[in-house]
């Protein structure tokens, strides 16, 4: 077995269907007696269920979280929580909510209970991206990283079949990467294989029955498992590419990864092939980019890049984009084969398998 580092960060995880009614018991963990609730306007109805269950320690809803956490949605929440005198968060929704109560628990250093609504995977993680002015910035601090986190599987039920598809294949990308990660190391290893292989089983079924319960708890175990690696891997080309796209071209976040998978996969086989085969073996197939490719049809996600918006000229300026301020990557970066591979998943076209 080659040298490793292993890293574990402190977690608490409730997970199983109903399991929000646990927060009352989480809070008082935490020995917090004023909770704020963070959710968006389409979680209120289950935001009031717990602010009721959470009686006298319950202070109170706010429900403007939005999009890529801009800093003026947290200044406003900020003066809420203050007003309030919270001394806990509870974030409830996907990873909007989630980044804004991050952002408060930097600024206040309050402890924050997460409720995930979402495959994303914010939860699990040190990481806070903000945005100010339309810049987006990212940091990792431990300062952010939830206390506790309640997998409530009843919550994603209501998360549509095709939502539910893209955020799925979005947080099996953390899991691909984690396996090739420069740091990677037995303990990831496992847990990124058995995300892939949950996830998949999931969503195989979430597609012909949304409402199956047993996908749905495969599907965010899968979710969970994908984050903690996300939490630790050091990601690669493909969150790379999948942020340069999205940011320099505006698509739409989730879709773009699933739209990516497959080529960044095809493209690290040559340097990474006992990652890969990890990959095939829990996608239940012959190669992982094939693969990959098979499931995002299967799911009914969409192949192209063109079909997310992006324009065909955008291809050279993305590949110059993804070489310029130079990362670590299992293979070598070559702008030109980059060029390459955006013009495949641009078209919509399977996979090139590579060879070094
Ligand atoms: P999101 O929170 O914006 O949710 C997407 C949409 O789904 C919203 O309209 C929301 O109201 C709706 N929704 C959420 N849960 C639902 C449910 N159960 N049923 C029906 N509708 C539901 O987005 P997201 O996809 O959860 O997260 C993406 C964001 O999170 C991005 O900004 C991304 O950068 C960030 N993110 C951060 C990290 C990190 O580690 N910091 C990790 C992953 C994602």
């Known amino acids: 077995m080659r040298e490793f580092t292993y890293v574990g960060l402190p977690s608490r995880v409730v997970f199983g269907a109903g399991t929000r009614m646990r927060l009352p018991e989480e809070v008082r963990l935490l020995g917090a007696k004023r909770v704020l609730i ?60 989630i980044g804004l109560s991050k952002a408060l628990a930097l600024r206040t250093d309050l402890p924050q209970v997460v409720i995930p609504t979402t495959y994303a995977g ?39 079949a095709r939502i539910s598809a893209a955020s799925a294949i979005n947080a099996m990308a953390h899991a691909v990467e984690a396996l090739y ?14 995300a892939i292989r949950a996830l998949r089983r999931g969503l195989l079924r979430i597609m012909e029955e949304p409402s199956d319960l047993e996908a749905r708890s495969d599907a965010l175990y899968g979710a969970w498992l994908a984050a903690s690696c996300l939490a630790t891997a050091e990601m690669a080309l493909h969150h790379k590419l999948a942020h340069v796209l999205g940011g320099s071209f505006d698509l739409p976040h989730a879709e773009t990864h699933a739209v990516l998978l497959p080529h960044t996969a095809a493209y690290n086989a040559p340097a990474a092939p006992e990652a890969l085969r990890r990959v095939a073996t829990a996608l239940e197939a012959d190669d992982a980019a094939s693969g ?26 993305a590949a110059e984009l993804a070489v310029k301020s130079p990362y670590w990557n299992p293979r070598p970066l070559v702008e030109e084969e980059l060029r390459a591979l955006i013009a495949r998943a641009w078209s919509g076209d399977p996979p090139q398998p590579h060879e070094d």
């Open 181 to 194: 990660a420069r740091n990677h190391n037995p303990v990831t290893s496992l847990m990124a294989e058995e």
């Open 38 to 97: 963070l959710a968006t306007p389409s979680h209120a109805e289950t935001a009031r269920e717990l602010l009721d269950a959470l009686g006298a320690m319950g202070a109170g809803i706010y429900s403007g979280a939005v999009m890529h956490t801009p800093v003026h949605v947290t200044e406003d929440t900020l003066a809420r929580v203050r007003a309030l005198g919270a001394d806990a968060l509870v974030a409830l929704g996907g990873g909007s909510t």
């Open 292 to 317: 990959l490719f098979a499931l995002n049809a299967r799911l009914g996600l969409p192949q192209a890049l063109r079909d997310l918006g992006m324009h065909e000229e955008g291809i050279g300026r």
């Open 122 to 160: 914010s939860e699990m993680t040190p990481i806070l991206g903000e945005t100010r002015g339309g810049e987006k910035t990212t940091q990792r601090t431990l300062e952010v990283l939830p206390e506790s986190v309640i997998y409530d599987v009843d919550l994603t039920l209501s998360l549509p």
